[in-house]
T-cell receptor
Framework: NAGVTQTPKFQVLKTGQSMTLQCAQDMNHNSMYWYRQDPGMGLRLIYYSASEGTTDKGEVPNGYNVSRLNKREFSLRLESAAPSQTSVYFC????????????FGEGSWLTVV | AQTVTQSQPEMSVQEAETVTLSCTYDTSESDYYLFWYKQPPSRQMILVIRQEAYKQQNATENRFSVNFQKAAKSFSLKISDSQLGDAAMYFCAYRSAGDTDKLIFGTGTRLQVFP
């Protein structure tokens, strides 16, 4: 019952460093998403991928890039980390669009100092 | 643009009692989906219940039920027989039918459960 798996779970970066958050799902879902959650706020969509080979910007895409490597995997890259990107990042997936339930990974805690 | 509002930053309830968490949303769409997610201290997002807007019947899942008022754009969550394990952040979320991206969250309500 792996569901959505994210790595790493915790990471501390220095300003200007780059890193990639990895995400994989084993539910044969078509759509995948990256969200961030800041203190006292709900989740905000960074990028999403409706299907393998496509990606689109969400609400807060600046400072991030994504890659939909295959149907299972969707990575999020911070090219030059900034303190404002300190957050908890969630990967999620769903079978398809149009109302299907979105399932979340356990989150990745990222601190940029 | 759609918005989701949770006007109760914090709520508390006694164990075994009932509590209702409020959620309102704004949309011009007629077809959409609504969700309640639970986030315990572990930060994992757990689906509690979902409601299709085209269904008049309110969704229920064991001790959890919703009061969906489409005309009023209201979607409250009722937790019956509250348990200590229900203590968590609860997020209301909206998703358009036909869109791939728009799962829009409210800011959450922190629920405390007292023994």
């Amino acid at each position: 019952n792996a569901g959505v798996t994210q790595t790493p779970k915790f990471q501390v970066l220095k300003t200007g460093q780059s890193m990639t958050l990895q995400c994989a799902q084993d539910m044969n879902h078509n759509s995948m998403y990256w969200y961030r959650q800041d203190p006292g706020m709900g989740l905000r969509l960074i990028y999403y991928s409706a299907s393998e080979g496509t990606t689109d910007k969400g609400e807060v895409p600046n400072g991030y890039n994504v890659s939909r490597l295959n149907k299972r995997e969707f990575s999020l890259r911070l090219e030059s980390a900034a303190p404002s990107q300190t957050s908890v990042y969630f990967c999620a997936s769903s079978l398809s669009y149009s109302g299907n339930t979105i399932y979340f990974g356990e989150g990745s805690w990222l601190t940029v100092v | 643009a759609q918005t989701v509002t949770q006007s109760q930053p914090e709520m508390s309830v006694q164990e075994a009692e009932t509590v209702t968490l409020s959620c309102t949303y704004d949309t011009s769409e007629s077809d959409y989906y609504l969700f309640w997610y639970k986030q315990p201290p572990s930060r994992q997002m757990i689906l509690v219940i979902r409601q299709e807007a085209y269904k008049q019947q309110n969704a229920t899942e064991n001790r959890f039920s919703v009061n969906f008022q489409k005309a009023a754009k209201s979607f409250s969550l009722k937790i019956s027989d509250s348990q200590l394990g229900d203590a968590a952040m609860y997020f209301c979320a909206y998703r358009s039918a036909g869109d791939t991206d728009k799962l829009i969250f409210g800011t959450g309500t922190r629920l405390q459960v007292f023994p």
